[in-house]
Nanobody, 113 residues
Framework: VQLVESGGGLVQPGGSLRLSCAAS????????GMWYRQASGKERELVAMISTSGSSIYYVDSVKGRFTISKDNARNTVYLQMNSLKPEETAVYYC???????WGQGTQVTVSS
C-alpha cells in the first residue's frame, strides 16, 4: 500500500489549497478516507473523514464550513479542499485509509503573510 499526498504550499491567511492523496496497492473503494494534520510540537489530529461511498462525512469542529473532503473511487484519490485558511492551521497534512497502518510522507501547509 502506498499513499502519496500533494497540493500543500505557502498560502496567505484566508487563502485556499486543495490537497490530494493518491493511493495504490489496495481496493481503494473499500476504505474510509481520512485527513490528519500535525503541527510542530503537537499531536496528530483527525481533520476530516469520508465513508467508502462518500455518503457519510465527519469534520472536526474547527474546520466545519471551510474544508471539504471528497473521494474519487475511480481515481483512487481522496481530496481535501481547504478555504479561509488560518495561520494556526499550519501543519503537515497526512491521509489515511480505513484501518490500514500506512502513512504517506505528508504535505506541508504553511499559512502565513
Amino acid at each position: 500500500v502506498q499513499l502519496v499526498e500533494s497540493g500543500g504550499g505557502l498560502v496567505q491567511p484566508g487563502g485556499s489549497l486543495r490537497l490530494s492523496c493518491a493511493a495504490s496497492g489496495l481496493s481503494f473503494s473499500d476504505y474510509y478516507g481520512m485527513w490528519y494534520r500535525q503541527a510542530s510540537g503537537k499531536e496528530r489530529e483527525l481533520v476530516a473523514m469520508i465513508s467508502t461511498s462518500g455518503s457519510s462525512i465527519y469534520y472536526v469542529d474547527s474546520v466545519k464550513g471551510r474544508f471539504t473532503i471528497s473521494k474519487d473511487n475511480a481515481r483512487n484519490t481522496v481530496y481535501l479542499q481547504m478555504n479561509s485558511l488560518k495561520p494556526e492551521e499550519t501543519a503537515v497534512y497526512y491521509c489515511k485509509l480505513g484501518d490500514i497502518d500506512t502513512w504517506g510522507q505528508g504535505t506541508q501547509v504553511t499559512v502565513s503573510s
